[in-house]
């Protein structure tokens, strides 16, 4: 196991369940939402964390709010990015 299996960035986290509430309906295939998610991941400032508890104990609800607010943002011009074919 390498130290880097113990930490991940929590944007990741956001991202993905932002991808899905905002796909519902939309007939993309696997490779366009990985690159929906890269695209989305790119225009985002790292959150770096080792256990998703630390988010819990050390952000505010309005700080936490913000991140979800960034992040789908970034998964909508992600998606309109893709599927204009601007990657």
Do not use: W
Not at 23 to 43: M, R, S, Y
């Amino acid at each position: 196991m390498s130290l880097l299996d113990n930490i991940h960035n929590y944007y990741e986290t956001l991202v993905i369940e932002s991808l899905a509430k905002q796909v519902k309906g939309l007939d993309l295939e696997q490779d366009a939402l990985i690159d929906v998610i890269c695209v989305a991941l790119n225009q985002l400032t790292p959150r770096y964390i080792r256990y998703e508890v630390d988010m819990v104990y050390f952000t505010t609800t309005g700080e936490m709010q913000e991140l979800r607010d960034k992040a789908d943002k970034a998964v909508s011009s992600a998606l309109e990015s893709v599927k204009s074919g601007k990657r």
